[in-house]
Structure formats: C-alpha cells, structure tokens
C-alpha cells in the first residue's frame, strides 16, 4: 500500500493493521482489506455514495454480463497501450469493483508486480469488494482529493466517475494514461423516452483535460433485452432514475422484455511532459 493520509497530506507508514502518518494520524485497516481515508470532515452526507439497496441492484445487474462488453474494452484497450513491466493503475470510482477486478486479473497476467487500487465514497461497495476480489487494493476516499503522491499512477481509470484534471494531472506519471468513459449520444434513449417528452442526444464533446493529450477515442453500442428486475435495476444505476415518475418504474416492472440501447464512448488520454504542464504539489 502506499497512501497520503488525507488530514496532512504526509505519507502513510503501515504498522501491523495500522496506517499511521508523522502527524499521528492513524487509520485501521479493516478486516476485509480495504483502508477508510474519508474523514468525516470530506463527508457530504452521513453515508456517502450508494445504499446497500443500490449496490446490490448494480451488482445483480453487472454479474448478469450485460456491461460485459464494456468491462472487456476497457481492459483491452489498458492492456495494450501499458508497457509489459511493473506498474500501478488507479480506478476511481471503483464501486465494488467489476471493472476493477478485471483491470487487475487482465494486467496481472503477465505484469506479475502490477498493483492495482480501487477507490469510491461508498463505503458498503468497498467494503463488498474487498471481501470479493483480493487482487486489489481498495480504499474509501473522496476523488477530488485522491490520497496517493504525484506521479504515482501509469494509468487511471475513470468510467464516470467526477475528478478534477489537475488531480490526474497530479497522481499520474508523465507519459501516463487517463482512460475515460462516458455516455454516448444514444445512450439508453429507450430510458430517456420513458421520463421525457423531449428526448436528446447526449452531448459528446470531449471534456477539458488540460495537461493531458487524447490519444484515442473509440464507440461502443450494443442492444440489451432485460427482464423486469434487470431494466429496474440499470435505471436505478442512472441519473434518470431522480426523475422516473412512479408509472415509469410501474411499466418496468410489468413489461417482460424491455429492449434498449448502449452506447459508450471510452477516451484515451497520456499526461504531457512535466515541462509542458504547471502540476500542483498536494492534492486539492
């Protein structure tokens, strides 16, 4: 493990089941593997991130295999742009770690030394993931103030998930990667025709990452045929999930086949130089 603590910035020495900075704070490694470093003060609720009622929905949902195809970009396209050495990929956002898991299996196979962290706000998802997949380390922290030193990274991992480009700019290697994913433009419309009269596209632009080069960009779409409980739980997985009106989840859960669409855009970026780019040196 190699952590800041998120009190003072200084690095975290473990001792025993322990992870304790120069300043004596300390903070316990819990029996299932993961390490707490969200203060109470960096919390904007009592329970940050997803309820357990959540998390399971979301688990449920991605065990069934219907993001698998994404699950499986998203390692392909890490493994081939990071060299065959010993490395360290962050995802943030990790929830309880279907994507994570597989990142870590993927580059372990032939990076034996690879060292791969999970991070989210929710504490009831990293906890279920630690307990599940011991190849990686997970850590409850917040992702504007990401606990690890600069240029700690090869790669950061990012499907959605919030987090400042100065931040990745900061814990990310120079020459090393951000992948990113975000919703294409006919992202679950079948969702979106539910809740909307007036139903858009997603917006596609790029988003500003200053420090970092996009190197690639690649689609993905595929259709999905869900049943009851599998189309309530990817709504409840989505931001539309805050404006479904109660008929909507009432035609969900009475509809047997509920046909819809994916489409992702997954972005490549490598950190320029540290010559080319101002990196701040403490997190925000």
Known sequence: MSYLCPLCQQPLL???????CE?????????????????????????????????????NFLDAGH??????????????????????????????????????????????????YGLDVAKIAV???????????????????????????????????PC?????????????????????PRHLMQFKALIYQDVKLHDNTPEEMPGFTLVEEQSLGYSMTLNSEESAALLQMTPFAWRARPEVWGILATTTEFACETDFTLRLWQRQDDGETAVSDSPA
């Open 14 to 20: 473990a001792q025993q089941r322990v992870l304790r």
């Open 23 to 59: 300043n004596q704070h300390q903070f316990d490694l819990a029996k299932e593997g993961y390490i707490n470093l969200l203060p109470v003060q960096h919390k904007r609720s009592k329970q940050p991130g997803d309820s357990a009622e959540m998390m399971q929905a979301r688990r």
């Open 67 to 116: 993001y698998q195809p994404l699950q499986q970009r998203v390692c392909d396209m890490l493994d081939a742009a990071l060299p065959n050495s010993t490395l360290s990929v962050l995802d943030i956002g990790c929830g309880e770690g279907y994507y994570t898991q597989a990142v870590a299996t993927r580059l372990q196979e032939e990076r034996e030394q690879a060292l791969i």
């Open 127 to 161: 906890r279920y993931g630690a307990k599940r997949y011991g190849n990686v380390e997970f850590c409850v922290a917040s992702s504007h103030r990401l606990p690890f030193g600069n240029n700690q990274f090869d790669a950061v991992l990012r499907i959605y998930a």
């Open 164 to 184: 400042k480009a100065a931040e990745l700019a900061r814990v990310v290697k120079p020459q090393g990667y951000v992948l990113t994913v975000t919703p294409g």
